[in-house]
C-alpha cells in the first residue's frame, strides 16, 4: 500500500513537474510571438506592406511616413483630398506624430471648445469658433515648430556645406561627406543629412534622395544646394570648390539680411505702437472711467464703427507687415 501511495506520489508530481514546464514554454512562445521585439519589428512590416503603395525595397525607409499605424485608417485618410499637406507639415517640423494623432489631437481640442461653450452658455456661432480656434492650436504649433526647424537648418547649412567640401577634398565619396555630417554636425541639420544618407545607402538615387532633401526643408538654400550637386552629377566639375563659394554665398546674404532687419527695426516697432495703441488708451480709459465707452460698445453706430475701425486697423497691420519684411 505505501508502495503504490509512493508510486502516485512520485507520478503527480512528475506530472506537475511536467505541466509547469510546459506552462513555462507556453508563456514564453506567446511572449515572443507576440510581444518580442522580433514580432513587433515583423508586425510593423506588414502593416508597411498592407498600408504602403511603395516599393518593398524602400519600406525601412518609408514606414514612418504612413497616415497612421493602423493600414484601414491609412487607406481612409490616403482618400482624404490634400491630406499630404499635414503630413508635409509634420515631416518639415520634426515632428513624430502620424496625420491621424494630429487628426485625433485636433477633434480633441475641438469638442474641449464646445464644452467650454455650452458650460458658458455661449451662443452656437460663438461656441463654434472656440471649438475651431482649440481645434487649430495644434496646427498652428506645428507650423512655429516648421519655421523654427527651418531657421534652424539654414543658420547650420554653411557650415554643412563647408564639411561635405572638405570631405571631398580629403578624397571622401559624396554619400561619406554626407554621412559626416549627419554624424558631425548638429541637430536638426545632422539628422535631414544623416536621413539623405541613409536613402542613398539603401538603394534610393542620389539625384531623388536629394530631392527628398529639398523637399524636407522647403528654402532656397536648400534647393540651391541640391540643384547645384544634381547639375554636377549630370555634366561633372568641381563640387567642393562649388559648395565653397556656394556657403560664402550663403554668409554675405546673412550678413545682407542683418543690416535690413536693422534698418527695418523703426518701420516694425512703429507697426507695433501703432496696433498696440487704440486698444491701450480704451483699456485706460475704461479703466479710469466705465461708463465713457458704454455707449460705444452698447449702441449698434457705436458697434459698426468699432467693427470699422478693427477691418481697417488689420489691413493697416496688413500692410506695414508686408513694407517692412524686405526677402534678400
Known amino acids: ?74 487607406r481612409l485618410l490616403a482618400m482624404v483630398p490634400h491630406i499630404a499637406v499635414l503630413d508635409s507639415l509634420l515631416l518639415q517640423a520634426g515632428s ?56 534652424k537648418i539654414v543658420e547650420q547649412l554653411p557650415d554643412a556645406l563647408d564639411l561635405v567640401s572638405r570631405a571631398l577634398r580629403a578624397g571622401h565619396a559624396f554619400s561619406a561627406a554626407l554621412a559626416m555630417v549627419g554624424t558631425q554636425a548638429q541637430e536638426p541639420i545632422a539628422g535631414e543629412f544623416k536621413n539623405t544618407f541613409s536613402e542613398i545607402n539603401f538603394g ?26 544634381i547639375i554636377q552629377l549630370d555634366t561633372g566639375g568641381n563640387l567642393a570648390e562649388l559648395l565653397t563659394v556656394l556657403a560664402n554665398m550663403i554668409r554675405e546674404r546673412f550678413k545682407l539680411f542683418g543690416k535690413i532687419r536693422v534698418l527695418a527695426a523703426e518701420g516694425k516697432l512703429s507697426a507695433y505702437i501703432l496696433v498696440a495703441l487704440p486698444f491701450l488708451v480704451a483699456a485706460a480709459v475704461h479703466a479710469t472711467n466705465p461708463k465713457y465707452l458704454a455707449v460705444l460698445l452698447t449702441d449698434s453706430l457705436g458697434l459698426r464703427m468699432v467693427y470699422t475701425a478693427l477691418v481697417m486697423m488689420a489691413l493697416g497691420s496688413f500692410a506695414m507687415w508686408r513694407i517692412v519684411k524686405i526677402r534678400v
Not at 4 to 23: D, E, M, P, Q, R
Open 1 to 74: 500500500m505505501n508502495e503504490s501511495t509512493n508510486s502516485g506520489y512520485s507520478l503527480f508530481v512528475l506530472l506537475s513537474f511536467l505541466a509547469v514546464v510546459l506552462l513555462l514554454e507556453g508563456i514564453y512562445v506567446y511572449w515572443s510571438d507576440t510581444r518580442s521585439p522580433e514580432a513587433r519589428r515583423i508586425r510593423l512590416r506588414l502593416q508597411s506592406l498592407l498600408a504602403g503603395e511603395q516599393d518593398t525595397a524602400e519600406i525601412p525607409l518609408l514606414k514612418q511616413r504612413l497616415l497612421s499605424n493602423s493600414p484601414e485608417l491609412h
Open 96 to 151: 513624430r506624430r502620424t496625420v491621424a494623432q494630429l487628426l485625433a489631437v485636433c477633434g480633441v481640442g475641438g469638442c474641449i471648445g464646445i464644452a467650454l461653450g455650452l458650460l458658458m452658455h455661449w451662443t452656437w456661432l460663438w461656441t463654434g469658433g472656440l471649438g475651431a480656434g482649440i481645434a487649430a492650436l495644434p496646427l498652428l504649433r506645428l507650423a512655429w515648430l516648421r519655421e523654427r526647424r527651418v531657421e
Open 204 to 229: 534610393t538615387s542620389t539625384k531623388d534622395a536629394l530631392l527628398n532633401l529639398a523637399t524636407r526643408v522647403p528654402v532656397a538654400d536648400m534647393r540651391y544646394f541640391v540643384m547645384a550637386v
